[in-house]
């Protein structure tokens, strides 16, 4: 069965950092690329940063800068280092695993809460 374990997550104050990791487990076909997600009440989920198989990276205008995606192909776990967090940045992060074929997997979700 296809598992993706997050963990990391936490309540932080302003300024801090956190870093999330993601390990797939279960997963029958080439992992492509791996991305942390994020969504808040009201809104749609958005990407926040992703690595591809060959190494490229995205992110987000918001988060440009301050976080840094990271992969272990090995082990199939990808991390997001999250430095300088603020308020904003407050939401359900969400941790996605492309495969061939474009198929998504995703977590259950983990908290981030940024407090003033």
């Known amino acids: ?3 993706l ?3 990391g997550g936490g309540l932080v104050q302003a300024g801090g950092s ?6 797939a487990s279960g ?3 080439d992992i492509t690329a791996m991305a942390w997600y994020r969504q808040t009440p009201g809104n749609q989920r958005e990407l926040a940063a992703a690595i591809t198989s060959g190494g490229s990276t995205n992110y987000a205008d918001s988060v440009k800068g301050r976080f840094t ?4 192909a090995a082990k199939n776990t990808v991390y997001l280092q999250m430095n300088n967090l603020k308020p904003e940045d407050t939401a359900v992060y969400y941790c996605n695993c492309k ?3 474009s198929y998504k997997y995703w ?8 407090s003033s």
């Open 69 to 72: 995606i990271s992969r272990d």
């Open 1 to 3: 069965q296809v598992q």
């Open 5 to 7: 374990v997050e963990s």
């Open 18 to 23: 956190l870093r999330l990791s993601c390990a």
């Open 99 to 101: 495969v061939v074929g």
């Open 107 to 114: 977590g259950q979700g983990t908290q981030v809460t940024v």
């Open 27 to 29: 997963i029958s076909f």
